[in-house]
């Protein structure tokens, strides 16, 4: 089964397109949590397995396991996704981007150390730095396309000499030459509705990771409206910091859960 | 002691503009060390201790770590070049990229984790995601400008209307926005020593960290000529294999301390 295999039946078994990022700050840890060794590991297990019925999939953010040196509560965390929810995929958020013989080891460390279905990946160092990842022929990349951040004008929004803006190239290089083999998406943020049904244009139903509802304030019709593939569907929309701190009181699986339930209804009600 | 000042006085004292990378691939490494549990940490040691007289600084590549969850190591090996060499930069190589709040995580990993003079950076998303790194007023930013690979071309050469190559765009913006505080470096390659000409016209005395001299074919002397700054200084040039695997037999330490100092000649009798 290949990643896009496993996310399209994900699309269709859960009838969600909500993905969960795993972001875990212990300073906003409910209090049972804190002082405890493995408290980003039991967070993070505990809202994967309240949300787990509504999502497509989940996508933690190694940088804020890494700061903390909690690598292995990651791959505790990798394990536990992939044993209780085997029909999830599991996106890891790294951005990687590094020259081949580098890019070897970033893919030996998302895929083989951390068992991940994908990887998001930087494309400003091109072809020869995605090109080891895709030798993983059952496993993807997602690549940074237009992102959610107002920074994100900076460079994607510089146009060449026809007046493409550098995010539509990239979205045209993926789609025509790094996705041969059916293995990449592309993540543009919700912040910018216009520009995601640009993207989609380019890209036929090649699936895209949309970041930017809740905390950054994407809004979801205009992004499910301007996001969906020929089939409805296409779309990993994540939200992290507004599922995982629903609350931190003593009802946080709950209030994640119903923020992840309500999350995915929005979702299905435009699309 | 800034970045910025620490790598002055490393170019002043040890004559030198040499930076050996640490890319450990324990298949290449001498039979004594096969088999040793913190084979990675006595690789790298040994081979810092050998080389820091040639040097101006040192570059792990945290890729090489990660994929083998040595991150322990790497903890171990930074300290130790904290301790034994403290006159000579550490520079986190990771490419990092991301937006604010994740960004500041990947700053604590770099500089508070592993105490990294530097990190480079990738400049695709733009300020928000490198101001968590400016924060840090006594650390360093060194920024994705023109790599040496040959897919650094797809995006980087990319002309804007006026004709201006993205690269080129990049470093203008580093150069007039990103380094207010004298924080910021760049990555150049070597393999493109007519574009290091063009950059450096651009950043004044800005700091380069050059790879692509060594196993990637990029020449010394054209590197050197395109890239010194108005003091005849300015380059972090990379060595990684070419040092590292001099010799994988007995005389390892000696093999890559000669091919360091000869590197490091090689570039003094240009500059």
Same mark, same amino acid.
């Given at each position: ?5 496993? +996310? $399209? *039946?994900?699309?269709? #078994?859960? !009838? @969600? ?9 212990? %300073? /906003? ?62 996106? +890891? $958020? *790294?951005?990687?981007? #590094?020259? !081949? @013989? ?9 895929? %083989? /150390? ?70 990449? !998406? ?86």
């Amino acid at each position: 089964m290949t990643f896009k295999s496993k +996310l $399209d *039946a994900a699309w269709l #078994d859960s !009838g @969600s397109m909500l993905m969960v990022g795993l972001d875990p700050d212990p %300073e /906003r840890f409910p209090a049972e949590l804190h002082g405890r060794k493995d408290a980003i590991f039991e967070f993070c297990r505990e809202i994967v397995d309240s949300t787990a019925p509504y999502v497509c999939g989940f996508k933690p953010q190694i940088a804020y396991f890494s700061a903390s040196g909690a690598e292995e509560q990651l791959e505790a965390l990798c394990r536990h996704i992939k044993d209780k929810h085997p029909g999830l995929p599991l996106v +890891l $958020d *790294a951005k990687r981007g #590094d020259i !081949g @013989s580098t890019a070897e080891q970033y893919a030996r460390e998302a895929y %083989e /150390r951390y068992g991940a279905d994908a990887v998001t990946v930087n494309p400003y160092m091109g072809h020869d730095s995605v090109a080891p990842y895709l030798e993983w022929k059952d496993r993807g990349i997602i690549v940074l396309c237009r992102t959610s951040n107002p920074g994100g004008s900076d460079l994607q929004f510089i146009e060449d000499r026809d007046g493409t803006p550098l995010y539509l190239r990239v979205a045209s290089m993926v789609a025509e030459q790094w996705n041969q083999n059916g293995q990449c !998406g592309l993540v543009v943020g919700a912040t910018f509705p216009q520009e995601i049904a640009k993207v989609r244009e380019r890209v036929a139903d090649m699936p895209l990771l949309i970041p930017g509802i809740g905390a950054q304030g994407g809004s979801i019709p205009d992004t499910v409206q301007a996001g969906r593939d020929s089939r409805a569907l296409g779309m990993m929309i994540n939200s992290s910091r507004a599922v995982l701190y629903a609350s931190n009181g003593s009802d946080w699986r709950e209030a994640a859960a119903e923020a992840a339930r309500a999350t995915r209804d929005a979702i299905k009600a435009v699309a």
